[in-house]
């Protein structure tokens, strides 16, 4: 094995690990957001069963990046993750008001420590890299 394919491997495994963390953290708090208070922010709450969601999408997705169609997928899906955390961050900044309760995505993912702002970013970098060159 080359040591380019080792790298792309451990950066793969990297990847998965981080969206598998990432999925469990979000689905766990969007559960029990929408099981115990739904109706003081349901979109702020909905936004965060979305974006586990779209965190379990990437994590099967980018397991199956060897696959033209696992790579599309990854692609949309981290695509997809790149505009939500953005835009949410954004709407989060600029009105407040709009999300009464954080969601994964609010103030491009402070609660997350910045992950979720990053960690898109480096996906599509690592396809690109990875499977276009």
């Given amino acids: ?24 953290a979000a689905l766990g708090r969007s559960a029990y957001q929408i099981a115990t208070k739904f109706d003081q922010a349901p979109l702020a709450y909905g ?7 779209v965190y379990l999408v990437a994590t099967i997705s980018l397991i199956a990046a060897a696959h033209p169609s696992g790579r599309t997928i990854a692609t949309w899906a981290l695509a997809f993750e790149a505009l939500g955390v953005v835009g949410v961050g954004v ?30 970013f480096i996906g599509l970098w690592w ?7």
Avoid at 47 to 53: F, G, I, N, P, T
Avoid at 127 to 133: G, I, K, T
Wanted: charged share 15%.
């Fill in 1 to 24: 094995m080359s040591d380019e394919a080792a790298s792309g491997r451990g950066v793969r495994t990297l990847l998965v690990s981080v969206y598998v963390i990432l999925t469990l």
């Fill in 127 to 133: 396809l690109r890299r990875r499977y276009e060159s």
């Fill in 47 to 53: 936004l965060s069963a979305v974006a586990a969601a």
């Fill in 91 to 120: 709407l989060t900044v600029v009105d407040p008001a709009l999300f009464p309760a954080d969601t994964v995505w609010s103030r491009f993912g402070q609660g997350y420590l910045f992950i979720p702002l990053v960690l898109p």
